[in-house]
């Protein structure tokens, strides 16, 4: 069980547990949680309002952010909020989540996404259905002030029920990276232990840790797009750059040894889709492995290279997968050991032109005097 000091905590007592705990982390941004808060709250009613509680978890705001916090909880009778005494990080968040949830799912909902109407009620009726061990959504994009809708329906594939989680990530691959459109068993998310995944070197550790926890579950794609993603909405400057570089070269060997870990078979990274947006369940022939390869020249574009370590690191999650998959690294590492040497060269000429100009900055003073 995660736990961390609080600097005030408001919840609400159940008369009974509820179906889904949707908790929102939250961390500055007051606008946006209060706008992703009432897109939610607003659709609990006509007895949704007792399957269904929203927690408000925050990091340590700034002091509107907390105040619009205590706002939200004043006006719906369904919000719940825990201030963290301190910033716990934004995964510590995640992983915390089901150990605070009281229901039986949990939904760990982003604080600048938002729910269409008719979301919450179709989502409940689905979970009720189909018990599932994990749900994965279909979502809308839209930019990021949501004035213009960019993709009505990310995937155009229907619902299907999954025997296995493996079976779910196959289909869709790594789609539940994005942590709005994923619902666990409160259960499940609870049965295992999350601290190793607080400090792997990755950018998206909840994605392998779904497999670990999922592992052989019964699963659920919900094509219902209810769920609005706004996209460039990070603050991070290298944002794009450093997702390339975690598919490429730190997330791989993290989920490949959760694959070990679990006994799934050596080319599952191989066996995942590499489609963006999945069209059909048939698979095309496009896979992870592909999206791993797409993203380390992006990396490279982008001026991030990797490690002797990490190469390796790859080597060992490529040996199980296709035959031709290590001489294409190899290439790779090629490609990126040639745009190393020409930055060296390109370093020690502009270091050479430098000097070349103090020299010439230097010898100016020859003429400050008469020369005849």
């Keep these: 069980m995660l736990e961390c000091p609080l600097a005030e905590s408001h919840l609400r007592p159940l008369d009974a547990p509820p179906v889904l705990s949707i908790v929102v982390p939250s961390y500055h941004r007051g606008a946006e949680l209060v706008q992703a808060v009432t897109s939610l709250a607003d659709q609990l009613i006509d007895g949704l309002e007792r399957k269904v509680e929203i927690i408000v978890s925050d990091n ?28 716990e ?55 990021a002030d949501l004035s213009q809708e960019i993709t009505a329906s990310f995937n155009a594939i229907p619902d299907r029920r999954f025997e296995t989680f493996e079976e779910l990530m196959c289909a869709i691959g790594i789609q539940p990276a994005f ?61 794009h750059v450093g997702n390339f570089f975690d598919f490429a070269v730190t997330f791989p060997p993290v989920l490949h040894a959760v694959v070990r870990r679990i ?12 489609e963006k947006q999945v069209a059909s369940y048939t ?15 992006r990396s490279f574009a982008g001026g991030r290279t990797m490690t002797q370590n990490q190469r390796y690191a790859l080597e060992q999650v490529l040996a199980g997968c296709r035959a031709d ?48």
């Design 60 to 87: 340590a705001s700034e002091p509107n952010t907390v105040a619009a916090i205590r706002g939200l909880a004043e006006r719906y009778p369904t919000v719940s909020y825990l201030l963290h005494a301190r910033d």
């Design 325 to 372: 998959r290590l001489k294409q690294l190899g290439e790779l590492w090629t490609i990126e050991l040639t745009m190393l040497e020409l930055e060296r060269r390109a370093n020690q000429a502009k270091a050479l032109l430098e000097q070349n100009r103090q020299s010439c900055a230097q010898a100016s003073q020859l003429f400050t005097k008469p020369t005849g």
């Design 89 to 143: 990080g934004g995964f510590f968040q995640f992983f915390a989540a089901p150990w605070r949830a009281r229901g039986r799912w949990t939904w760990v909902f982003g604080s600048d996404d938002v729910l269409l109407a008719g979301g919450v009620a179709h989502i409940v009726a689905a979970l009720e259905r189909e018990q599932p061990s994990f749900m994965a959504l279909n979502k809308r994009v839209f930019n």
């Design 263 to 274: 006994g799934g078979p050596a080319d599952f990274l191989e066996r995942m889709t590499g």
């Design 179 to 239: 942590i709005s459109a994923n619902i666990e068993l409160t259960e499940a998310a609870r049965a295992f232990d999350p601290q190793p995944y607080l400090t792997v070197d990755t950018r998206h550790p909840h994605l392998a840790a779904f497999l670990e926890k999922h592992h052989g579950a019964p699963a659920f794609y919900c094509a219902a797009p209810f769920l609005v993603h706004r996209v460039e909405n990070s603050s991070l400057g290298d944002y």
């Design 283 to 297: 698979p095309t022939g496009l896979t992870f492995v592909d999206s791993m390869l797409e993203n380390l020249l």
